[in-house]
């Protein structure tokens, strides 16, 4: 632990890596010396190979990941804008446009307003799970960063429509009172979701 501690000196979560693997390091050598019956040397030697040298875990977190983490960004960031800008954009066509194929599409997607939803979840389950797995526990800053910057166009949405610049009756018959509460609880909750999904996604890192 020492010397990962000297090998992240730079990294602005030195502490908070440090801990968090010395607690994975003490639960995973009481594991193998349940299991294998063995001297705590032996069971050391069993830990380091299977969560990798200081060197290896420091490596992790280093600065030539800063590129990957802008790019998990902004891939993050544009996968959402797409279910954005998709949805706004058959809004439009199906108040403007009168064609079968798309007024059947909306009225499909109007029935099935919580299947949307947990489809949603699952793309914020996704990204929480995908930076844990990618950055360990050094990636909760660009979880943040991520979560944030993905969220913007969600917000802007639904300011415009709780405080009526855009009317309700664009979205009929989705847009009820009653699921515009329902999407402002699971946008509260977005988050802690997303956590959640982070930390497992830490465990499969290391």
Not at 23 to 52: N, W
Not at 67 to 91: C, D, E, P, R, S
Request: charge should be negative; glycine fraction near 4%.
């Amino acid at each position: 632990m020492k010397q990962l501690r000297d090998l992240l000196k730079d990294h602005d979560q030195t502490e908070e890596i440090c801990i968090e693997y010395e607690l994975h390091l003490s639960d995973l050598l009481e594991d193998i010396l349940l299991e294998k019956q063995c001297i705590e040397k032996e069971a050391m030697i069993a830990v380091v190979e299977r969560l990798g040298s200081p060197e290896e875990i420091a490596a992790l977190y280093q600065e030539e990941l800063t590129m990957t983490a802008k790019k998990t960004q902004w891939n993050f960031f544009f996968a959402n804008l797409l279910f954005f800008v998709g949805g706004i954009g058959l809004t439009v066509i199906y108040h403007h446009l009168s064609n079968p194929t798309i007024s059947k599409l909306w009225l499909f997607l109007t029935s099935i307003p919580f299947f949307l939803i947990l489809l949603y979840l699952f793309f914020w389950l996704l990204l929480g799970y995908e930076v844990g797995k990618e950055f360990g526990l050094g990636g909760k800053k660009l979880l943040m960063r991520t979560f944030v910057v993905s969220l913007v166009p969600n917000l802007l949405l639904m300011c415009f429509v709780v405080f009526k610049i855009i009317p309700l009756s664009v979205f009929d018959p989705l847009l009820t009172p009653k699921f515009i509460l329902i999407c402002i609880f699971f946008t509260i909750i977005l988050y802690p979701i997303c956590f959640l999904a982070f930390r497992f996604g830490t465990t499969r890192s290391i």
